[in-house]
């Protein structure tokens, strides 16, 4: 017997759509922090290039590892070293990479040009 109002169950569950967190998790699991280090670092290398050009190959070599590195946990949450709580953006992991391209194109060149000590005068 129907009267026209159409009643819903007591065990009827709403129909709400759930929160898109799905783009808030995305976002604050990405972090940005290996950016000003990589730029740290390329500052530090560039300066101690006039004293010695090993160590500015030493970081630039640094920076690639920590790139690949970055990259790998970035692709393969499964590998051994991912102990990362926040997975580097995939801007940090660009400017990282183009850190230690800039460090050893430097050392390079500056070693072609004979401008650059590559042991410290002591």
């Known amino acids: ?60 070599v640094m920076l690639f590892f920590s790139g690949l590195s970055f990259l790998s946990t970035r692709l393969n949450p499964l590998n051994p070293h991912f102990y990362l709580t926040r997975k580097p953006s995939w801007t940090a992991t660009a400017v990282v990479f183009l850190s230690a391209f800039a460090l050893l194109y430097a050392t390079y060149e500056l070693y072609i040009r004979g401008l650059a000590p590559i042991v410290p005068h002591l």
């Open 1 to 60: 017997m129907s009267n026209g109002r159409a009643y819903r169950s007591v065990y009827h569950r709403p129909t709400n759509p759930p929160p898109n967190r799905a783009a808030e998790a995305t976002e604050s699991k990405r972090s940005h922090a290996a950016i000003p280090v990589a730029l740290i670092l390329l500052g530090l290398g560039l300066y101690l290039s006039q004293y010695t050009l090993l160590i500015t190959a030493l970081l630039g």
